[in-house]
T-cell receptor, first 115, second 109 residues
């Protein structure tokens, strides 16, 4: 089946620094990619929808300037957590959809720890 | 508004059958998804229903009734490894996924 690769799987950074997480669709073109955040024992929280070549659509309550999303190509979307703080520590997951079938494939997730 | 409802937690016995229900209300409808998620891992795709009826895949089956806004995931011959959260998600007319909060399934020996 289709594969979505997410990198890095784990990252630890100091407070105030920025961290970039990549999401790649390896064997299909993803016109739309989604970014989620998941808190412990909670369901996925959609942060933003990323469409190739256009600005991301952010969900209510998600800071656009803090969580920068770029979808420069049909196979790559990036999430940059700027000026990270300990409360940004979380599990971030991306997904990509195949438009023809609507099926959604998830990356492996990235666990961010901000010290 | 758009809404997905599914039970928070269910418990079942190894070898038994369990049914996890999901009701949805969305602006338009383009399918109903079920995902399995083990703790600390990303969700994995289980099923996709867009037409009414039952889809069977091995021990897992998924049912959809569009007129009732209702779906269920049926797991047969339960194994300990089936202990996980099961997420129901409905796709609206804009191809956006509306997620349920997930059902934590606990399997007991």
């Amino acid at each position: 089946g289709a594969v979505v690769s997410q990198h890095p799987s784990r990252v630890i950074c100091k407070s105030g620094t920025s961290v970039k997480i990549e999401c790649r669709s390896l064997d299909f073109q993803a016109t739309t990619m989604f970014w989620y955040r998941q808190f412990p024992k909670k369901s996925l929280m959609l942060m933003a929808t990323s469409n190739e070549g256009s600005k991301a659509t952010y969900e209510q309550g998600v800071e656009k300037d803090k969580f920068l999303i770029n979808h420069a190509s049909l196979t790559l979307s990036t999430l940059t957590v700027t000026s990270a703080h300990p409360e940004d520590s979380s599990f971030y997951i991306c997904s990509a959809s195949i438009r023809e079938t609507g099926e959604l494939f998830f990356g492996e997730g990235s666990r961010l720890t901000v010290l | 508004g758009q809404n997905i409802d599914q039970p928070t937690e269910m418990t079942a016995t190894e070898g038994a059958i369990v049914q996890i229900n999901c009701t949805y209300q969305t602006s338009g409808f383009n399918g109903l998804f079920w995902y399995q998620q083990h703790a600390g891992e990303a969700p994995t795709f289980l099923s996709y229903n867009v037409l009414d009826g039952l889809e069977e895949k091995g021990r897992f089956s998924s049912f959809l009734s569009r007129s009732k806004g209702y779906s269920y995931l049926l797991l047969k011959e339960l194994q300990m490894k089936d202990s996980a959260s099961y997420l129901c998600a409905a796709m609206d007319s804009n191809y956006q996924l509306i997620w349920g909060a997930g059902t934590k399934l606990i399997i007991k020996p």
